[in-house]
């Protein structure tokens, strides 16, 4: 929508200014993306609507406490679909280049669907001598619980064109995971670093191996950020808190 609405399609801008112009109200997720429509909605008519993660990812105290125990191996999530610009790449290189001592205490899962076999053959061929790496296809319901339940990283170094705000992130917070990010688009308007874990430069391999390295090296900070992730999931990022803002900005009152 930002190159949509820019002076380089200035017959694109005109139109869509056209109808934005006659609209009641815009909805954002976040306010980095209010500056979007700025220049052809006026400011009282944007909304700022954070999302949600669906309920049944939430995980309990009981789940939560047993997750963050750390009895075995630290499981680090990739959930999202492989296409060029989430990452992925970017992760299996850091993954090869982590210290042998750190790479064995971690199981690296990933999860989510290619654009192509030829993508995922690739992908394959990649991991192939990785011995901490499994790959699940793409998963849904229990499955895509049980892997975020089991998780104590989530992991999405995205730099992809068309990202908006993943909400594999708030996903990542209900299952009370740390999460490593950039920032880019939407997302720090959900992530602090520091607060919900650790910031990497995009396309920085590096930075990952890095990043991995702290959250293998310090359990305790880990499940410090871990547990603060599912409590602001809790507070903030459930379904009855987003449609109570939702029927607020529609004046429709309480359900």
Wanted: glycine share 8%; hydrophobic share 40%; net charge neutral.
């Amino acid at each position: 929508m930002r190159v949509l609405l820019s002076e380089q399609h200035p017959w694109l801008r005109r139109l869509n200014g056209w109808f934005l112009g006659r609209v009641a109200g815009v909805i954002v997720l976040g306010h980095r993306h209010e500056g979007i429509y700025e220049p052809l909605v006026s400011r009282h008519r944007i909304h700022v609507i954070k999302n949600f993660a669906p309920d049944a990812l939430f995980v309990s105290d009981e789940e939560l406490l047993e997750k963050w125990t750390l009895t075995g191996k630290r499981r680090v999530l990739f959930l999202s679909n492989l296409l060029p610009g989430k990452g992925y790449e970017e992760l299996v290189q850091a993954i090869g280049a982590l210290p042998p001592e750190v790479a064995a205490q971690c199981h690296f899962d990933f999860a989510g669907g290619f654009e192509s076999e030829a993508a995922l053959q690739a992908f394959k061929a990649s991991i192939g001598h990785l011995p901490n790496i499994t790959y699940h296809g793409t998963v849904h319901g229990e499955a895509k619980r049980e892997l975020l339940r089991q998780a104590h990283l989530f992991c999405l170094p995205t730099y992809y064109p068309y990202e908006g705000q993943p909400i594999s992130i708030l996903e990542a917070y209900a299952a009370g995971c740390a999460v490593i990010t950039t920032d880019h688009s939407g997302i720090f308007d959900i992530f602090t670093p520091g607060e919900n874990g650790w910031e990497v430069a995009a396309r920085s391999a590096t930075e990952l191996t890095n990043a991995l390295t702290r959250f293998a090296s310090n359990p305790v900070e880990a499940a410090r950020i871990g547990h603060a992730n599912a409590q602001v999931a809790r507070n903030v990022y459930r379904r009855e808190h987003h449609l109570a803002k939702l029927r607020q900005t529609l004046g429709l009152g309480e359900a």
